[in-house]
């Protein structure tokens, strides 16, 4: 028996901080159809709400220190602020949408991201996520929409990469659906040249990827995302789209199709 679709869709950082844009990819993620969960962050916010309330935010390599004070404020950024006005607007669209932390129904369950040359604080590494618990609400008509926040199933919160969480749970639910991963941002797709939004690379195999990755084409935000999409492919997802809002309903825009 043929699996049942399924959307998850993680949609960026600099969309969420544009209203327009962000009304405009809700728009386009209410209308597609069938099953769908919906992933976000919201680092640029939580920045913005520490130095408002006199907390420093420390970043190295463009990952995120999150000592106690930062955690709270990502806990109240990301799982109340952004999340549910993302949660309200998709009800506005008649979306059905549950605003979820990694804690919530046991979901994503982390451990603490192990201290090598850097202390990273509170930052989890995902471990397990709970599929069957997630499918009771998606069954039940419900569209998830998780923020970078998972536990350790002990009482601990921890601050989680939002591409990481979405590339988790694809694998995890794929064992019950046939799962597309779209990673939507404010460029078109991959790109050959980060300073030309029309050099999009329309379709890339896992060889071409360590080709240009060797050659160093993909900027280094760029790597750590198609790292997580090439993870999900090798591990069960269908396939993964990477482009701006419109990817997700529009297929005669530019975006970048990923494949083994």
Request: glycine letters at 8%.
């Amino acid at each position: 028996m043929a699996k049942e679709k399924l959307s998850i869709v993680k949609i960026g950082g600099n969309v969420i901080e544009n209203k327009e844009a962000l009304e405009t990819f809700l728009e386009h993620f209410s209308k597609l159809k069938g099953k769908k969960v919906l992933v976000h962050g919201g680092g640029k916010r939580a920045t913005y709400m520490a130095s408002k309330l006199g907390i420093e935010s420390k970043m190295i390599n463009g990952r995120r220190i999150t000592d106690a004070d930062t955690l709270e404020v990502i806990t109240m950024v990301y799982g109340g602020l952004v999340n549910k006005n993302i949660v309200a607007k998709l009800q506005g669209l008649d979306v059905d949408a549950i605003g979820l932390t990694g804690a919530d129904v046991n979901a994503i369950k982390s451990e603490k991201r192990p201290v090598k040359d850097i202390d990273y604080g509170f930052v989890g590494d995902v471990k397990k996520v709970n599929h069957k618990a997630i499918n009771k609400l998606i069954s039940a008509e419900f569209t998830p929409v998780f923020c970078a926040i998972t536990h350790d199933k002990k009482g601990q919160l921890f601050n989680t990469n939002a591409d990481t969480i979405a590339s988790e749970l694809a694998i995890g639910l794929s064992n019950l659906y046939k799962v597309e991963l779209f990673y939507c941002f404010e460029k078109n797709g991959v790109l050959m040249s980060v300073d030309d939004d029309d050099s999009v690379i329309d379709y890339m195999d896992s060889g071409t990827y360590e080709v240009l990755k060797h050659e160093g084409v993909f900027h280094d935000g760029m790597l750590p995302k198609l790292e997580n999409c090439y993870y999900a492919i090798e591990n069960g997802v269908s396939r993964v789209f990477i482009g701006n809002p419109s990817v997700i309903s529009n297929k005669d825009q530019k975006f970048t199709t990923l494949y083994l």
